[in-house]
């Protein structure tokens, strides 16, 4: 759709094909790009997996949307004279009210959830005072400009500041002191409530002394419902991407075909005092003392085991390969295991070393992968490596699935057990999806 708008405003005639599944979401982007008109074909979902056979009888057969032959849709849409609806574009209010009527908790809290401004749980009604109060946990003006964000990388990014995330604050049931890391968060720039089909979410881990401070969990249960600061956290994250960045509607701003958990809250601290390495803030260059907030794009698989034990590189190779080559790990281990890797002579940096050098697979099946085959092959045609060496190598030939850079470690857990977990979790590196990306890494002390 994108391409469509840009080959539009060029003065080449352009007809968009979609499939049909994406109408809504076509049809709401041409109109937040300002035309309204435009002239949309669609083919029937789906199209990865079909023959060749099977894909000619789309462009020959009827559009499931207009129900008229497809090919018709196309000639009369780039022949057809533009009418005056065409030329007039497409104006938006842009602001709505601040303040709501006052009617009963019961219709506010249906309001909140027919209107969509809810993850579909209850909130706390952000009044004036509530709000008020939120605003205390920071020395920011509440009309500075935090970021801007978008569902997609081809929708229109929204402004949001200071007051607006701090009426989701509220909403979330979060606490003035954990506000500064709310909006560390969100000045990432990077959404919580991202659209792909694959259903993404985004894993934020907070590091430095403010974890104590406002007593975030880094122990038992840290990524579970367990702790009030992390849930509320996350929370107020995803409810701020959801109402500040165009809405999260399922099948027009939202498309992930099976949904994520994860987006109704994943943040957690890391236990930086029983790490035998150094904390992951200060992998990027930041102090012991700052406080930061750290946000990782993925959230799509898991894998997750014990150890190290006696077969543990084969353990690692197996979860590895399992992945969704596209999206490069984030390990979570649990203290005992970090320590028991330290203890086999491995710092942090030789582990991630040793995982990028034995994650390795056939070209054939590297390619084969649905987001590495979409997202990767026009880098690697470009030229750029190792993308590049990898789509010259032979189908049988094994090639490395992830670079060093790709991979992150962090440490938390309880130590109840030895367990680690291989999560989705991109950091760095080619990501479409993170287009207002400020950095992955937040000082959240700029926002106390």
Not at 54 to 64: H, K, V
Not at 201 to 216: F, H, K, L, Q, Y
Not at 234 to 263: D, F, H, I, K
Request: hydrophobic letters at 40%; one cysteine or more; a negative charge.
């Amino acid at each position: 759709m994108g391409f469509a708008l840009a080959l539009e405003q060029a003065g080449i005639p352009t007809i968009p094909v979609s499939t049909h599944v994406f109408a809504r979401l076509a049809n709401a982007t041409a109109k937040a790009g300002g035309m309204p008109t435009l002239r949309n074909c669609f083919v029937p979902q789906p199209v990865v997996g079909r023959t060749a056979a099977e894909l000619r009888a789309y462009i020959e057969g009827t559009d499931p949307v207009s129900r008229r032959p497809f090919m018709q849709g196309v000639i009369d849409g780039l022949t057809g004279p533009l009418a005056g609806a065409d030329l007039e574009g497409a104006t938006f209010e842009r602001s709505t009210p601040r303040f709501l009527e006052p009617d009963t908790e019961e219709n506010l809290q249906r309001l909140f959830i027919e209107n969509r401004w809810t993850d579909m749980m209850p909130v706390v009604l952000p009044t004036e005072e509530r709000v008020e109060a939120m605003l205390k946990g920071t020395s920011v003006p509440r009309d500075r400009i935090v970021g801007h964000m978008s569902p997609t990388a081809f929708r229109e990014a929204w402004a949001f500041d200071v007051e607006k995330i701090a009426v989701n604050a509220v909403m979330a049931g979060a606490r003035p002191e954990y506000f500064p890391v709310i909006l560390a968060l969100m000045a990432s720039g990077v959404t919580a409530r991202n659209s792909s089909t694959s259903s993404f979410a985004t894993i934020s881990v907070v590091n430095g002394p403010i974890r104590d401070e406002i007593g975030m969990g880094s122990g038992i249960g840290a990524m579970g419902p367990y702790n009030h600061a992390n849930v509320t956290i996350g929370r107020a994250y995803g409810l701020s991407c959801q109402n500040l960045q165009g809405g999260s509607v399922p099948g027009e701003t939202y498309m992930g075909t099976l949904g994520n958990g994860l987006n109704f809250s994943s943040c957690f601290a890391e236990a930086e005092e029983r790490s035998p390495w150094q904390p992951f803030h200060v992998d990027q260059g930041f102090r012991p003392t700052d406080s930061t907030a750290s946000v990782f794009f993925g959230g799509w698989y898991t894998h997750s085991g014990f150890g190290p034990r006696e077969s543990w590189k084969e353990k690692f190779i197996r979860c590895l390969t399992a992945t969704d080559h596209y999206s490069p790990p984030l390990i979570v281990m649990d203290p005992i295991v970090a320590k028991a890797f330290a203890e086999l002579g491995y710092t942090k940096q030789t582990l991630i070393e040793w995982c990028a050098e034995n994650a390795r697979m056939p070209a054939r099946d590297y390619w084969d992968d649905q987001w590495v085959s979409t997202m990767v092959r026009s880098y690697a045609a470009a030229g750029a490596e190792p993308y590049a060496s990898r789509l010259k190598a032979a189908p049988d030939e094994l090639v490395t699935i992830f670079r060093p850079q790709d991979i992150n470690i962090v440490v938390v857990g309880g130590e109840t057990q030895g367990a680690f977990k291989m999560i989705s979790g991109r950091y760095r590196g080619v990501n479409p999806f993170a287009a207002n990306m400020k950095s992955p890494t937040v000082l959240i002390d700029e926002w106390r």
